[in-house]
């Protein structure tokens, strides 16, 4: 079992930039595929990025390409989302998840996640 936690939420500026991290507990985290999901009000929760159990392989949603990039630290047990360029429609509460096992099918599926933390909460103001 995962128990996850996120960090690093807060308001931000268009244009600016935030460094979310999620911090796992037990022996395993490098047996997970890691992802970051989001959920605006209103709205279903949605995919932004996964990496693969050694950090190899990545995938992002289209809207995220380019301004996010996960990484992750299994020494740590952490995985870490950076968002650049951040636009008024980012905000949203950011889940970190974690689906057992190492092989990649590019973690886009949410029904795939058994474990997910309790959400921290990004603004970005116009």
């Known amino acids: 079992q995962v128990q996850l936690v996120e960090s690093g939420g807060g308001l931000v500026q268009a244009g600016g930039s935030l460094r979310l991290s999620c911090a796992a507990s037990?022996?395993?985290?490098?047996?997970?595929?890691m992802g970051w999901f989001r959920q605006a009000p209103g709205k279903e929760r949605e995919f932004v990025a996964a990496?693969?159990?050694?950090?190899?392989?990545?995938h992002y949603a289209d809207s995220m390409k380019g301004r996010f990039t996960i990484s992750r630290d299994n020494a740590k047990n952490t995985v870490l989302l950076q968002m650049n360029s951040l636009k008024p429609e980012d905000t949203a509460v950011y889940y970190c998840?974690?689906?057992?096992?190492?092989?990649?099918?590019?973690?886009?599926?949410?029904?795939?996640?058994?474990?997910w933390g309790q959400g921290t909460q990004v603004t970005v103001s116009s």
């Open positions: 998840a974690a689906k057992p096992g190492r092989i990649w099918y590019g973690g886009g599926d949410l029904s795939g996640y058994d474990y």
């Open positions: 037990g022996r395993t985290f490098s047996s997970y595929t």
């Open positions: 990496i693969n159990w050694n950090g190899g392989s990545t």
